[in-house]
């Protein structure tokens, strides 16, 4: 088993799992990729009897020295009820255990506004809805924003866990590259939706990068041209996914996935047999 956290220079990153996601067949999500494109790949990129199965979570960015301001980077698919596994999300139990309540959330960062990002951005009783992290900054991408409040873009979850977002003083909409906090910086890295952004965390000459969605199966570590059918533009995620692993391959950045495995998924892209490849930490 690999690692949950990581310390970057005066940063520490914490995994904050949600819950396990739904078991697809990669056919119905990669579709222009065939079977036997698949075949180098499934021993590791596959479960045994060929399907895959993401995880849904955030993570945590908060200094090592207990100062300063607690960062959440997405915050999962929601309390549920789910259907297809445990009914409650986990992602307030999770964070509790690492010492945050809701309330000690300063700033919470949507890397897009997809329903398994954004689900505990509210809460809802009967007739209202009310933020879970109340002192919270929350970071939305303008050009997802603009996307997805166009209802011919039709995005329920963006109106339910996003849009009500207007109506508090929490939201800011963010274009281009936005500093946080000192070294802790939004990247736009359109694609994956039109203002999909990861979170690039660089301290004391280490850098990791916190990626959303910008890839979602290991497979496409070394098949960067592979576009899941989430993607709102193929031609853009592939370029952000294609620049993005490049410099973490070439800088040595520590990679902090959206979907992988838990254990599996802090690592490196490295180079073998002439291929970049995925090395867990």
């Known amino acids: ?3 949950t956290q990581i ?3 005066d940063y520490q990153i914490s995994v904050v799992d949600d819950h396990i996601g739904l078991r697809r067949n990669p056919a119905d999500v990669f579709v222009d990729v065939t079977s036997a494109e698949w075949d180098p790949h499934r021993d590791y990129a596959l479960s045994p009897d060929g399907y895959w199965q993401a995880q849904w979570r955030g993570h945590l960015i908060r ?4 100062t300063g301001e607690n960062v959440l980077v997405d915050t999962g698919a929601g309390p549920g009820p789910y259907e297809h ?3 409650q ?3 307030l139990t999770n964070l509790a255990s690492l010492g945050v309540e809701p309330s000690d959330v300063d700033n919470v960062v949507t890397t897009h506004c997809h329903w398994d990002h954004i689900g505990w951005n509210l809460q809802s009783d009967d007739e209202t809805a009310t933020t879970t992290f109340p002192n919270a900054t929350y970071h939305v991408a303008k050009n997802d924003w603009i996307y997805y409040s166009d209802p011919s873009n039709g995005n329920d979850d963006f109106i ?3 849009a009500p977002l207007e109506s508090t003083d929490q939201l800011k909409l963010v274009l281009g590259e936005l500093e946080l906090m000192d ?3 939004l990247l736009p890295t359109n694609g994956h939706t039109p203002g999909h952004q990861c979170v690039l965390v660089q301290s004391r000459g280490e850098t990791a990068v916190l990626t959303g969605d910008l890839f979602h199966n290991v497979a496409q570590i070394r098949e960067q041209h592979w576009c899941p059918v989430f993607d709102w533009r193929t031609d853009l995620s592939t370029a952000s996914r294609r620049w993005l692993l490049w410099r973490a391959m070439s800088e040595n950045w520590t990679v902090v996935t959206g979907h992988l495995s838990t254990g599996m998924s802090i690592g490196k892209v490295v ?3 002439g291929k970049p490849t995925w090395s867990p930490i």
């Open 7 to 9: 310390v970057v220079g």
């Open 160 to 162: 339910a866990y996003v």
């Open 271 to 273: 180079e073998e047999d």
């Open 183 to 185: 070294g802790v910086t």
């Open 63 to 66: 200094r090592t020295d207990g």
């Open 89 to 91: 999300g986990d992602l």
């Open 85 to 87: 596994g445990p009914p």
């Open 1 to 3: 088993m690999g690692s």
